[in-house]
């Protein structure tokens, strides 16, 4: 599995970022993906989560309404659109594959397969 996050950088609060995961040595369109972020000094979280039919997705309470996940499975791609940042964003955000789905409901981590992370802040 191998997974290279791009997009990441600063920004100002209230602006927007599009984080992309760019996947290959695995079977991208029957597995579920997700992002994941681990704030300073706290434990890595997930943020949103899609199935791989790109059916019903995930969000975290604190990103609903804000962040969009998509992903191309001709292109074996996930985007998570990230608009009305706040600094409470900052974070490495982490590209997951094969997550565990409740569509719509949970995801879990726990046999995921990490990219390497990239950084995002938000100043205010």
């Known amino acids: 599995v191998h997974l290279v996050e791009s997009g990441g950088g600063s920004v100002q609060a209230g602006g927007s970022l599009r984080l992309s995961c760019a996947a290959s040595?695995?079977?991208?369109?029957?597995?579920?993906m997700g992002w994941f972020r681990q704030r300073p000094g706290k434990e890595r979280e997930g943020v949103s989560c899609i199935p791989w039919n790109s059916g019903s997705v995930y969000y975290a309470d604190s990103v609903k309404g804000r962040f969009t996940i998509s992903r191309d499975n001709a292109k074996s791609t996930v985007t998570l659109q990230m608009n009305n940042l706040t600094p409470e964003d900052t974070a490495v955000y982490y590209c997951a594959a094969r997550t565990l789905m409740v569509p719509g409901l949970t995801c879990s981590a726990a046999l995921a397969s990490w990219g390497q992370g990239t950084q995002v802040t938000v100043s205010s």
């Open positions: 040595g695995f079977t991208f369109d029957i597995s579920n």
